[in-house]
């Protein structure tokens, strides 16, 4: 099982950015798929989540109405969007499936926030 980010980099408060989380070793349609993210110095967290079955989402309360997660199944990728960036949001991005109680991590993708 692999997951691969990739998008991360240096915005502008106000910014935009749209990560991209390739999945395989496993069949990406079948599994919810979710994003966290780590701040410096402070403890992951959750950020967004889209099931499987219907394509439901679900945002962290930060998140919500500035965020949008999404996921192309024919190319097993999950993206995660989020505008009007704050420093605040500056992280690493992790993208995170379970495989029958197995969690499985991405190494992650920088986003710094700054002017």
């Known amino acids: 099982v692999q997951l691969v980010e990739s998008g991360g980099g240096l915005v502008q408060p106000g910014g935009s950015l749209r990560f991209s989380c390739i999945g395989s070793g496993f069949t990406f349609s079948s599994y919810t798929m979710s994003w966290y993210r780590q701040a410096p110095g402070k403890e992951r967290e959750w950020v967004a989540t889209?099931?499987?079955?219907?394509?439901?989402?679900f945002y962290a309360d930060a998140m919500k109405g500035r965020s949008t997660i999404s996921r192309d199944n024919a190319k097993n990728t999950v993206y995660l969007q989020i505008n009007r960036l704050k420093p605040e949001d500056t992280a690493v991005y992790f993208c995170?499936?379970?495989?029958?109680?197995?969690?499985?991590w991405g190494k992650g993708t920088l986003v710094t926030v700054s002017s």
């Open positions: 995170y499936v379970n495989l029958g109680g197995k969690s499985y």
């Open positions: 889209i099931e499987y079955v219907g394509g439901r989402t």
